[in-house]
């Protein structure tokens, strides 16, 4: 673990987690110097939070709560909001930007175990380890068949088509390229040339991806040109029998569309560590059938509770690099992963 920084100089911080996870903040406690008071309000709302924890705190690091204006003009003191994960749909960044307080995120404690989770429910589903341990489960003699797996898929040579070719996308199809795959990728915002020196195939736009992928592994940001990006007009574009894998956000995916694709064969597999709604609602269609497991999809589908990103060891270089690069950032100005640069004029 990288030591603080210490200056010459006693400086008192309070960093605020208004949420109620985690536990405890005795990860945090040990990765900031004594000059450090964390205050850990243990809430989901914002009113149930003392008024004078918002003004007094010099940072925020948060995991859920929002961040937007009903929040920002009580921070008379806050300079940096730090979103202790990836995605920072929490913050409103412009808001924040306008009042002076740079906005961060946490973009690489679990690369290589969303990456990882990924390439397992692909094997997962080309492979039918999961679909046959049930089977046999139901009934070892009836079911000691190699037919229960519905979803087999020869790898070696297929495509995997990745949508979003960041840390974590880059990590899943260099772990695709082991098995022989061919990696194409979809990412509007990566700049010409960048794919090169990695040897994969670009594609030209979203439909040209979905319609020659074997495998769509989606790695994208939630915003308002990706939200439901993965809709009824987009899983009419799919190559039939192909696998989808969301590792990424929940809303990215409509879920409706993508019970209507397996229903009609359009998509043979999906595999979703997120939701639109987290927990998974009864009322979202695909869940319903999920737990339903009528034979139709039976195996065609596997969920998880957002634990992708989840080991022992990423939990803690997420909950020590989310402290330090607010700690940081009080002590030294040294500011990393802002996500609201462009809005920020002068920062406080």
């Known amino acids: 673990m990288p030591e603080p920084f210490l200056s010459e100089e006693s400086v008192a911080y309070t960093i605020l987690y208004p949420d109620a996870k985690p536990q405890e903040l005795d990860i945090e406690a040990r990765a900031v110097g004594p000059d450090v008071t964390l205050i850990h309000a243990r809430q989901t709302q914002f009113d149930a939070i003392d008024r004078a924890q918002w003004e007094s705190c010099d940072a925020i690091v ?12 009580h921070l008379k003191r806050c300079r940096i909001v730090v979103r202790n994960g990836v995605g920072f749909d929490v913050l409103d960044l412009e808001a924040l930007a306008e009042a002076g307080i740079v906005a961060c995120n946490v973009p690489d404690y679990g690369t290589t175990e969303v990456a990882d989770s990924a390439i397992a429910m692909m094997l997962c589903f080309a492979r039918g380890t999961a679909a046959m341990d049930a089977a046999l489960r139901a009934d070892l ?19 995997f088509g990745v949508i979003g070719l960041g ?22 915002l ?16 979203l439909p040209d991806l979905l319609g020659q992928a074997d495998v769509i592994d989606m790695h994208t940001p939630l915003n308002a040109q990706t939200r439901t990006m993965i809709n009824a007009q987009t899983v009419a574009a799919i190559k039939p029998g ?22 009609s064969g359009r998509l043979l597999a999906v595999g979703l560590d997120v939701l639109p709604k987290e927990p998974g609602q009864a009322q979202d269609p695909l869940v319903a059938a999920w737990e339903e497991n009528a034979p139709w999809i039976r195996g065609r589908v596997l969920l998880n509770p957002h634990s992708a990103f989840y080991s022992p060891d990423a939990y803690v270089d997420q909950r020590t690099k989310g402290v330090q690069t607010a700690y940081f950032y009080l002590r030294d100005g040294t500011l990393v992963n802002c996500v609201n640069t462009e809005h920020v004029k002068k920062a406080r």
């Open 141 to 159: 003699g009836a079911n000691w068949t190699h037919e229960r797996n519905v979803t087999a898929k020869r790898l070696r040579g297929a495509t």
């Open 167 to 188: 840390r974590i996308g880059t990590a899943a199809a260099m772990r695709a390229r082991a098995f022989g795959m061919r990696i194409l990728f979809y990412d509007p």
């Open 62 to 73: 948060v995991s859920r709560m929002p961040i937007d204006r009903t929040v920002i003009p």
């Open 242 to 263: 192909a696998y989808l894998i969301n590792t990424s956000r929940g809303p990215v995916c409509d879920t409706a569309a993508l019970l209507e694709g397996l229903r």
């Open 190 to 205: 990566l700049p010409a040339g960048a794919e090169l020196g990695l040897g994969f195939e670009r594609a030209r736009a």
